[in-house]
């Protein structure tokens, strides 16, 4: 019989990263003219300014954090002089920083979603479910960087490079505490429910914006007779 650690720790993962994956393909290819954000700026784009900005700065930076510290090995960065020690301490304050910002940046979205009569009429309940479990994510892992404050170094940063590698190893998460757990699960659940959702945009970042030719506008004289 699987224990529950093969179950949230192999089999999970795999289904709501495939889930994931095949999703967004199969969406791309058969909804391209849902594809969007569903902006709601045009319906009210003073409230929507500090939320947007904070959530997505917050929100980025923790996702490119989570991908360098847990899949760099740390004998990696012991050639480099950065000590597991130190390695810890530096993923704990920007996670505070950074995961405090997602935080507030999500609740200002959401209570946005009710507070403003206009965005609530065309909002549908995926817009809440997602931004709800959004702020479930982010705020358990801001609560682990606060409070937990556990050495993910040689269980749960191993753990994800074994996922990646197609070599779990469940036993790793036996000694993690469960509001990690609930935090690694909730997010496995979003990645699987986000080629459902608004979320899909993330892959339609505008990079091309940085790199494209400037748009010149010329003033046309008009001759007065």
Do not use: C
Not at 135 to 163: C, D, E, H, K
Not at 183 to 194: C, E, N, P, Q, R
């Amino acid at each position: 019989m699987w224990s529950f650690n093969m179950i949230a720790f192999v089999v999970y993962p795999y289904l709501a990263l495939t889930i994931f994956v095949v999703g967004h393909s199969y969406r791309y290819l058969a909804d391209p003219f849902r594809w969007n954000s569903k902006s709601s700026e045009l319906l009210d784009k003073g409230s929507l300014r500090i939320g947007i900005l904070i959530f997505h700065w917050g929100i980025i930076i923790t996702f490119f954090g989570h991908l360098t510290g847990l899949l760099t090995p740390q004998w990696f960065l012991d050639r480099f002089g950065i000590t597991a020690q130190i390695h810890e301490a530096a993923a704990l304050s920007v996670g505070m920083v950074i995961g405090t910002m997602a935080f507030v940046g999500l609740i200002l979205l959401l209570g946005r979603r009710f507070i403003r009569p206009r965005i609530l009429a065309t909002s549908s309940l995926n817009d809440i479910v997602v931004l709800a479990l959004l702020l479930f994510v982010v705020g358990w892992g801001t609560f682990n960087a606060f409070f937990m404050r556990y050495n993910v170094l040689y269980t749960i940063a191993p753990w994800i490079r074994g996922i990646v590698t197609f070599s779990p190893d469940p036993e790793l998460m036996r000694p993690v505490p469960w509001t990690y757990k609930v935090h690694i699960l909730s997010a496995l659940t979003l990645l699987g429910f986000s080629p459902f959702t608004r979320l899909v945009h993330i892959w339609s970042v505008p990079i091309t914006y940085l790199v494209r030719r400037f748009i010149l506008f010329r003033r046309r004289a008009v001759e007065i007779t």
